[in-house]
Structures are given as structure tokens and as C-alpha cells.
């Protein structure tokens, strides 16, 4: 599984960017996380293959991701961008077992993680 993210860079605090991932056929569930200096990784947002989204609480309101299935291609745009937002961005793509995981009545995922493009946001 190849991922190739593009968009990131250097903004000013309320700036804007826009990331993009390309990778395998949609009906999987892609997402974003990143990982600030210093920090771990955490979890973004997330878009499953019908459409549904999730946002940690930190993004939310500023943060929005789409899907465009013609291109297997996912985007997130980022608003009012701020000091903290900056990091390494990760694309992330779950790919479905098959498998059941019934303590968690869920299907085991295997993530798969693009190469990651800088976000660097700083007056």
C-alpha cells in the first residue's frame, strides 16, 4: 500500500493549507494524524468509505476532511491555523482484515502511513 501525501508548508497563525493523500481504493477508512516536535503522535480526523467523519476536539471547527473517490484521493483542509497546529502530518489508511475482533465487535484493521509533510505554523 502506497500513500503520497502533498500540501504541507509554512503559514502565519490564522493561515490556511490544504493536505492531500492518494492511496488505495475507497470502502477503507483513511484519516490524518500528526506528531508536534517533541510529542507523539495523535490522532486528527478520519473519514470512513460511506462519508462519515470524526475530529479530535482540538481540530474541530477548523478542520474539515473530504473525500473525492474518483481519484482515491483524501484531502484536509486546515483553517485558522495556530502555533500549536504545527507538526509532521501523517496520512493513514486502515485496511480491513476481514478478521473479527469480537471483544471490540469490530473487524481487525492493519494501518499503513504515508512518508508525513511538514505543517509549520509561526508568526
Known amino acids: 500500500v502506497q500513500l503520497v501525501e502533498s500540501g504541507g508548508g509554512s503559514v502565519q497563525p490564522g493561515g490556511s493549507l490544504r493536505l492531500s493523500c492518494s492511496g488505495p481504493g475507497s470502502g477503507n477508512i483513511m484519516g490524518w494524524y500528526r506528531q508536534p516536535p517533541g510529542k507523539q503522535r495523535e490522532f486528527v480526523a478520519k473519514i470512513t468509505g460511506g462519508g462519515s467523519v470524526t475530529y479530535s476536539d482540538s481540530v474541530k471547527g477548523r478542520f474539515a476532511i473530504s473525500r473525492e473517490k474518483t481519484n482515491n484521493t483524501i484531502y484536509l483542509q486546515m483553517n485558522s491555523l495556530q502555533v500549536e497546529d504545527t507538526g509532521v502530518y501523517f496520512c493513514?489508511?486502515?485496511?480491513?482484515?476481514?478478521?473479527?475482533?469480537?471483544?471490540?465487535?469490530?473487524?481487525?484493521?492493519?494501518?499503513?502511513w504515508g512518508q508525513g509533510t511538514q505543517v509549520t505554523v509561526s508568526a
Open positions: 493513514n489508511f486502515k485496511q480491513n482484515t476481514g478478521e473479527w475482533w469480537a471483544p471490540m465487535k469490530d473487524y481487525i484493521y492493519l494501518d499503513h
